[in-house]
Every structure is written in structure tokens, then in C-alpha cells.
């Protein structure tokens, strides 16, 4: 959808941006610890997020993979933001709750999206208000985008029903989250 934004005003936009300031794991989350460590096969952090995980590729979920956990660790939690996105908040690319911290990680696709049926059940709302992966899609000439893919531990299962957006998410983790990881992948459209 936003690669049909004409390169001129992706730059007129260029300096518009929610900001890292206005994502979860810094406006919600900031001190909580950050121990946990993500990483994916796919592409280290900080690193450019192949095409295939976008949306000028085949759509999918990129897999993920986490370690170090905290004791007490009852279920995890998957927020994933665009830090500049040219919008008053992050827009929001993925929202997963009560993950099995015994798993790893996720494998591509695991996210329900354009290219892939998922097999996460338990799968929020995108900023376009669809449940599932938003594979990245940034306005062409506003410049390299960060998006964070956020792993929360929590000492329970937030048991949401039906299908919550981030706000409804954020409300239900407060006051459960032991620990944090974020690991930044980057996208831009010349």
C-alpha cells in the first residue's frame, strides 16, 4: 500500500518519524531488564531485513529465535513495531501473546500473513486492524525504517480473548513483564 506513495513525498516525509521513544519497549517497558536475547537466522541485528520478510517479497514471517529467559517465565509475548514510520505512533506489524516459553523461537511464517496461513493461534490486530504479520512497507524515498521485533517474559498467560490491538495488549502486561529483548531489523524502498 505505501509503495504506491510517490518517492517525493516519501523524502517531503522523510523527517517525519513516531520515534524509538514511542515504542513499547521504551514508552511502556523501560526498565524493565532487557536479558533477553533475540536473534534471528534470517538477519542479525541492526541488519537490513531481506526482501522476502517484506511486503515487495513473499510476505512472510522472518523467523525468530530467543535465549535467556528469566525464572518464573510463564508465557512470552511478540510486539513488533516500526520506529519510523511517517504516523504520530509506531505502526504496529505484529502483535502475538502467551507463546511457549519452552519453544525456541518461531520459524518463518509462523505468523499468520499475506504469504503464509501461520500457525500462531493466538495472533492480535496491525495497525490496519487485520490479525497477522504487516510485512514491512515503507513509503519509497523516507529512508531506512527500524522495525523491532520485541520479546516480553511474563510471570503468567494473559488469556485475551477475541482479537486485542496493542493497547488492550500493553493494559493486560503491565505489571507482568520480568524481562525484555528486542532485536532491529531495517527496510527502505530507493
Not at 112 to 120: E, L, M
Not at 121 to 149: C, Q, S, V
Amino acid at each position: 500500500m505505501l509503495e504506491k506513495i510517490p518517492h517525493a513525498v516519501g523524502e517531503a516525509l522523510s523527517g517525519l518519524r513516531a520515534g524509538l521513544e514511542k515504542t513499547a519497549c521504551q514508552a511502556e517497558f523501560e526498565a524493565v531488564p532487557a536479558i533477553v536475547r533475540v536473534t534471528s537466522r534470517a538477519f542479525a541485528d541492526g541488519a537490513a531485513l531481506p526482501a522476502r520478510f517484506t511486503q515487495d517479497g513473499a510476505k512472510l514471517s522472518p523467523p525468530l529465535a530467543w535465549s535467556g529467559l528469566p525464572a518464573g517465565t510463564a508465557a512470552l509475548v511478540l510486539l513488533v513495531e516500526d520506529a519510523d514510520s511517517p504516523t504520530p505512533k509506531p505502526i504496529v506489524h505484529a502483535i502475538a501473546w502467551d507463546l511457549d516459553p519452552a519453544g525456541e523461537g518461531l520459524p518463518e511464517g509462523a505468523l499468520a500473513s499475506p504469504g503464509s496461513d501461520g500457525t500462531v493461534e493466538e495472533i492480535g490486530k496491525n495497525t490496519f486492524l487485520k490479525a497477522g504479520y504487516l510485512p514491512p512497507d515503507p513509503p519509497t524515498g523516507h529512508g531506512p525504517h527500524r522495525y523491532l521485533f520485541q520479546v516480553y517474559a511474563l510471570n503468567r498467560h494473559l488469556g485475551l480473548d477475541g482479537v486485542p490491538g496493542r493497547g488492550a495488549l500493553l493494559e493486560a502486561m503491565h505489571g507482568h513483564v520480568l524481562a525484555k529483548g528486542v532485536l532491529v531489523g531495517t527496510y527502505e524502498r530507493r
